[in-house]
């Protein structure tokens, strides 16, 4: 029991750092720059969780940025909690406000990226992701067996759950504090920024998305800008994009 629990919190760990710092802050933000075979370690540590093509992913996101709030944004808790959650992931392809060879053009030519967006058919890209992370559980269960594989799917699983709930929970004023009045309803919330590594800080990161660091005050603890500054410590990482209200 307690390999169990120590691979499913390694293996969570991983992966939500694979989301927040690979698919969030480098590829949808571009708040830091590394070298390519770094850059897809950390997104291929996302896409594992079941997160789906990461062009689809960047694109989404960034039109949830650039129309928060809005009736145009895709996942806004003030249009109904269910298409917030995972309605709008059910659907069958972008909006027509949403143009991945316009709003990802700095992805849309990457070969991996590419195969992984399947033309933008979304079903056809997520079925391809799920084949893929389960191809990745089966291997380590015929390596080392079913303890780390169990593991390391239901941590998947786990870290799936995370930013869905972020983009209903962080975005209902209630729940949460502001540090900016920004436009939209985003807040900070510390219960979501414990499980999503930082990524709670939601109205922070609102009022300077480009930033790689998201936990401002003291007590707003950001483990994925901690391991981004480690990177950049060990000179992994370039180019670290700290907005003026993050220093
Ligand atoms: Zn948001
Ligand atoms: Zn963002």
Not at 62 to 70: E, F, I, N, S
Not at 103 to 132: C, M, S, T
Request: glycine share 6%; aromatic share 12%; proline share 4%.
């Amino acid at each position: 029991m307690f390999e169990f629990l120590a691979l499913f919190v390694l293996f969570y760990i991983w992966h939500t750092l694979g989301v927040t710092v690979g698919l969030h802050r480098l590829l949808a933000h571009r708040s830091f720059s590394c070298a390519k075979p770094l850059e897809y370690f950390l997104v291929l540590s996302g896409y594992l969780a079941f997160e789906g093509s990461p062009i689809w992913w960047a694109t989404i996101h960034r039109a949830h940025h650039r129309h928060d709030d809005t009736e145009l944004d895709p996942h806004s808790p003030r249009f109904g909690l269910f298409n917030a959650h995972i309605g709008w992931l059910l659907k069958r392809s972008y909006e027509s406000h949403i143009n991945p060879n316009i709003h990802a053009k700095d992805l849309i030519n990457d070969p991996v990226y590419r195969f992984l967006e399947q033309g933008g058919v979304w079903h056809r890209a997520h079925i391809l992701a799920i084949v893929l992370c389960l191809s990745f559980r089966l291997a380590i269960l015929l390596i080392f067996g079913w303890v780390p594989a169990l593991a390391s799917l239901l941590a998947a699983v786990a870290v799936f759950q995370v930013p869905l709930m972020l983009n209903v929970l962080c975005h209902i004023p209630r729940l949460g504090y502001k540090s900016f009045a920004t436009a939209d309803d985003s807040v900070n919330i510390w219960w979501i920024a414990v499980l999503a590594l930082g990524e709670g800080w939601h109205n922070n990161h609102h009022a300077c998305p480009g930033s790689a660091k998201t936990g401002l005050k003291r007590h707003e603890i950001d483990p994925s800008w901690l391991f981004i500054l480690a990177m950049k410590k060990l000179g992994l990482v370039t180019r670290v994009n700290i907005s003026s209200a993050s220093r």
